[in-house]
């Protein structure tokens, strides 16, 4: 069994916060997605059934891109894929908090608190900010004892 | 790179294909777009809503959403005051409704609301009335 070297424990753990995070966001939005739909109808970008369709797809895609950031093979893709929409979410709470919007975030399934929106784009700041992490960090998906961890 | 995001996409399609045909999801394409300002029945229950039943007191009295708060269009000013203090006291979506899909007056009571009551979600319920009876 290989150890892991000190300089890979960082991403490996970045890579295991991130996953957790995308993978425990995306099951109860799969379980749930006419609630989830509710949710995004609540941020007043798309409706109807755009929003529909958002909610199935979205929850979907978070969960492949949690596993494959684990998955030596579609890591750099994840982690892009991970990047893109944490930008997008940044800009979405943003929008709302602008716009006044007590909204349901949505990000972990309904809930009814109105939304801290400091906290959420601070949270999906420091997201980002590891996601970029690992994507520098990480050369390429090569199937290698250090890479593959 | 391509390749993983085509796998990722098949996979992403995989999933939300499953979720489309086990019945897990509405089918997008059997569900009436809505106008702005407004929300499905589902929606409404799933948020667990402020009820406002704009029909007339009898259709009220017939019938109406649970807790639903009666908006008397000869007393706008007590109806009102009545939906600001129940928001008030628990602040929630509100959501108007009349008779049905062609009534219109939830379309123009949630505008009065939101002009009003512009910190409040406020929509007019999808079909109105019509919708609860199916």
């Known amino acids: 069994m290989g150890r892991v070297s000190p300089s890979a424990l960082l991403p490996l753990l970045g890579r295991l916060v991130l996953a957790w995070v995308f993978i425990s966001a995306a ?4 379980q749930d997605p006419v609630a989830f739909s509710a949710a995004v109808d609540g941020y007043r970008i798309v409706g109807g059934s755009l929003s529909i369709w958002v909610a199935i797809v979205l ?14 093979w579609l890591r750099r893709a994840s982690g892009g894929t991970m990047a893109c929409l944490l930008g997008l979410f940044i800009a979405l709470h943003a929008s709302a908090w602008l716009r006044g919007l007590d909204i349901d975030c949505g990000c972990f399934g309904m809930s009814a608190d109105s ?4 906290w959420l ?9 590891v996601t970029i992490f690992i994507l520098r960090t990480s050369t390429g998906n090569k199937l290698s004892p250090e890479s593959s961890l | 790179m391509l390749r993983e995001f085509l796998i990722i996409s098949l996979l992403t ?18 569900v009436p777009d809505l106008q702005a ?6 929606d409404a229950q799933a948020l667990e809503v402020i009820w406002v039943d704009a029909r007339s007191k009898d259709a009220y009295a017939a019938g109406h959403a649970p807790n639903a708060l009666f908006y008397d269009a000869g007393d706008p ?10 928001w008030l006291m628990e602040p ?11 009534c219109g007056t939830s379309r123009k009571i949630a505008e009065e609301l939101r002009a009003n009551l512009p910190d409040a979600e406020i929509y007019s319920l999808k079909g109105g009335w019509s919708v609860w009876a199916e």
């Open chain 1, 121 to 129: 784009i601070l949270r999906n700041l420091a997201l980002l900010t």
């Open chain 2, 77 to 86: 000013t007590g109806s009102l005051a009545a939906i600001l203090e129940k």
């Open chain 1, 59 to 72: 929850p979907w895609l978070e969960l492949v891109i949690g596993i494959g950031l684990l998955t030596p």
């Open chain 2, 37 to 42: 300002g407004e929300i499905r029945l589902e």
């Open chain 2, 92 to 102: 929630r979506v509100i959501v108007v409704y009349c008779a049905d899909e062609a």
């Open chain 1, 27 to 30: 099951l109860p939005k799969i």
């Open chain 2, 13 to 30: 399609a995989l999933g939300a294909s499953y979720s489309l045909f086990s019945g897990l999801a509405p089918r997008p394409w059997a």
């Open chain 1, 115 to 118: 939304p801290d929106y400091r």
